[in-house]
């Protein structure tokens, strides 16, 4: 890595076991990515990204959800971020929505990764989008990464990543492929984000 390659400081947030983290970590410690990972913060304390996180001598949190309302949640979660000085936010497999304060705040700096080609089966979760996938007859699928607005799932798009669909496909294998096509559409993005993230090269007004 080149000395003057700015580094982005990044958070990630993540309720499951945060298998797309995988490559991005082995990219990280290879010095392989324009990113530098500060913080892993999750809404479930055995979820297993957090041990994945820790593995890598990231500082990785849990932060409980029960008995808190969404605006009060996100705001200590944004808290949080700010005192660690964070840029960038990714959300791997994190089953939460998020507040409108929380999205206005980081405008232009929160990019989620969903499982298939966005607009077709936003909205849904996990193994759903992949039986939707399937109940609809498509013959490709794939992830998308985009850029979080105030509209689920409906943020402008970064990068797109296909696959066929096969004619033996069940939801769980579609979602096997389709999560490495997850993992190489961050690696290419986080190798220089800048270029894809303009919002990261103006000031942030937290």
Known sequence: ??????????????????????????????????????LVVSNRSQAGILEKGRGAGIESLAIPVKGRDRV?????VSKLLTS???????????????????????????????PSLLPRHGGLMDLEVH????????RESGCTIHLVNETVDGGPIVMQKRCPVLD??????????????????????????????????????L
């Open 1 to 38: 890595m080149s000395s003057d390659k700015r580094l982005v400081r990044t958070a990630v947030l993540g309720s499951t076991r945060g298998s797309s983290f995988v490559p991005l970590l082995d990219a990280w410690k290879t010095s392989r990515l324009g990113v530098d990972f500060a």
């Open 72 to 76: 009060s949640y996100d705001a200590e």
């Open 84 to 114: 660690r000085r964070v840029d960038l936010v990714l959300l791997l497999g994190y089953m939460r929505i998020l507040s409108s304060e929380f999205v206005k705040q980081w405008e232009g700096r929160i990019l989620n990764v969903h």
């Open 131 to 138: 039986a939707s996938v399937l109940s609809s007859g498509d």
């Open 168 to 205: 033996d496909d069940t939801p769980e294998s579609l979602k096997a492929r389709v999560q490495v096509l997850e993992g190489a559409a961050f690696l290419e993005v986080l190798s220089n984000p800048l270029p894809y993230l303009p919002a990261l090269l103006q000031p942030k007004a």
